[in-house]
T-cell receptor, first 109, second 114 residues
Framework: QQQVKQSPQSLIVQKGGISIINCAYE??????FPWYQQFPGKGPALLIA?????SEKKEGRFTISFNKSAKQFSLHIMDSQPGDSATYFC????????FGKGTKLSVIP | DSGVTQTPKHLITATGQRVTLRCSPR?????VYWYQQSLDQGLQFLIQ???????AKGNILERFSAQQFPDLHSELNLSSLELGDSALYFC?????????????FGQGTRLTVV
């Protein structure tokens, strides 16, 4: 049973555009929702995280929007750059993390 | 650099063999998590240790086992290896056993079973 569903599987965005990745979770006990960024050959790196008591968190060009009633959250990357090209994973958890299957983002010049 | 060290980076072994993957957590972190990453399954949680004790178990096969030593480094033992065990194995660490889920990942060990 997949507890965190992530979409889309892949995404191509023009440089300067907005990248949007969506996730939905099932387990209402989850109280921590991070996003990880992974470059080829590297381990996932924590990008930004949110707890369900807030609806939005922004760090630089990265924003998480959280909808507790819909059990959905999303990552917005503003002014996307070629250097943002990577695989992004959403996750949810309370004791340990359950990951989505990842979104491969390609930002083209 | 996350501060989490995994060795070896690459491992090639034959079916039926046994291997040991090693992880040193970030300084001060007491929790160690092991994940398996394959193309079709994404990141799958295997097991968590906190300060030497097993804390949580995920989709870990009976052929796999892990432990965390007094110096807090951890080892993941994979035995009777099958072709399907080929994957990236990641270790992550965090400060506490729960709540503080800010986990930092190592670079991973790429296991190839031939």
């Amino acid at each position: 049973q997949q507890q965190v569903k992530q979409s889309p599987q892949s995404l191509i965005v023009q440089k300067g555009g907005i990248s949007i990745i969506n996730c939905a979770y099932e387990n209402t006990a989850f109280d921590y929702f991070p996003w990880y960024q992974q470059f080829p050959g590297k381990g996932p790196a924590l990008l930004i995280a949110i707890r369900p008591d807030v609806s939005e968190k922004k760090e630089g060009r990265f924003t998480i929007s959280f909808n507790k009633s819909a059990k959905q959250f999303s990552l917005h990357i503003m002014d996307s750059q070629p250097g943002d090209s990577a695989t992004y994973f959403c996750a949810g958890g309370s004791y340990q993390l359950t990951f989505g299957k990842g979104t491969k983002l390609s930002v083209i010049p | 650099d996350s501060g989490v060290t995994q060795t070896p980076k690459h491992l090639i072994t034959a079916t039926g063999q046994r291997v040991t993957l090693r992880c040193s957590p970030r300084s001060g972190d007491l929790s160690v998590y092991w994940y398996q990453q394959s193309l079709d399954q994404g990141l799958q949680f295997l097991i968590q240790y906190y300060n030497g004790e097993e804390r949580a178990k995920g989709n870990i096969l009976e052929r796999f086992s892990a432990q965390q030593f007094p110096d807090l480094h951890s080892e993941l033992n994979l035995s009777s290896l099958e072709l399907g065990d080929s994957a990236l194995y990641f270790c992550a660490s965090s400060v506490g056993p729960q709540g503080a889920l800010e986990a930092f990942f190592g670079q991973g060990t790429r296991l190839t079973v031939v």
